[in-house]
């Protein structure tokens, strides 16, 4: 049973429409982010959370939202799609313990989103 | 600021040996880690250094310079499927990851 499912694996969608694009994990780790990949510019990170409803912003979280209810899910919501955010978005998820540091993060497939 | 560089492409020959250098400049020092990437794929955990040296896994070794902010992945007798993208991160506090643009590693025959 894979540890990280992000679901969708791939999506289409129109300009100004919301995209919600979830992440679920059976790992029990603590710590969950959302990053996105473009050529160039390797994985950014748009939001994290530290707990459950304990969420922060990464350097590029303008024009999204997260949210997490329960341990295993975290969502991530483009609140009004543009093109800028034609990407690959990738969640991750870490332990959380200074001892499992060397372990770096899990990562989930990715979702392969296009706004048109 | 807190940055990483990295060269974009490299190729390298079946069999032969490869460095991956990878410079960083982050406030505070919680190690370095390189990760795996093959095309249309997650990232995979390759390695992770917070002591200067070498450390070696089979195939793959990595080394730190914390004084130079300098590492390198070091991939010997390579093989067609290290064919891929190989990322540079540095932890900067509080379980958040910078990550390098990556370096495209092509292995020709």
């Known amino acids: 049973d894979a540890g990280i499912t992000q679901s969708p694996r791939h999506k289409v969608t129109e300009t100004g429409t919301p995209v919600t694009l979830r992440c679920h994990q059976t790992?029990?780790?603590?710590?969950m982010y959302w990053y996105r990949q473009d050529p160039g510019h390797g994985l950014r990170l748009i939001h994290y959370s530290y707990g459950v409803k304990d969420t922060d912003k990464g350097e590029v979280s303008d024009g999204y939202s997260v949210s997490r209810s329960k341990t295993e899910d975290f969502l991530l919501t483009l609140e009004s799609a543009t093109s800028s955010q034609t990407s690959v978005y990738f969640c991750?998820?870490?332990?959380?313990?200074?001892?499992?540091?060397?372990?770096?993060?899990?990562f989930g497939s990715g979702t392969r989103l296009t706004v048109v | 600021g807190q940055n990483i560089d990295q060269p974009t492409e490299m190729t390298a020959t079946e069999g032969a040996i490869v460095q991956i250098n990878c410079t960083y400049q982050t406030s505070g020092f919680n190690g370095l880690f390189w990760y795996q990437q093959h095309a249309g794929e997650a990232p995979t955990f390759l390695s992770y250094n917070v002591l200067d040296g070498l450390e070696e896994k089979g195939r793959f070794s990595s080394f730190l310079s914390r004084s130079k902010g300098y590492s390198y992945l070091l991939l010997k007798e390579l093989q067609m499927k290290d064919s891929a993208s190989y990322l540079c991160a540095a932890p900067t506090g509080g379980f958040k990851t910078i990550f390098g643009a990556g370096t495209r590693l092509f292995v020709k025959a």
């Open positions: 991750a998820t870490h332990r959380g313990s200074h001892e499992e540091t060397n372990y770096g993060y899990t």
């Open positions: 790992e029990n780790h603590r710590y």
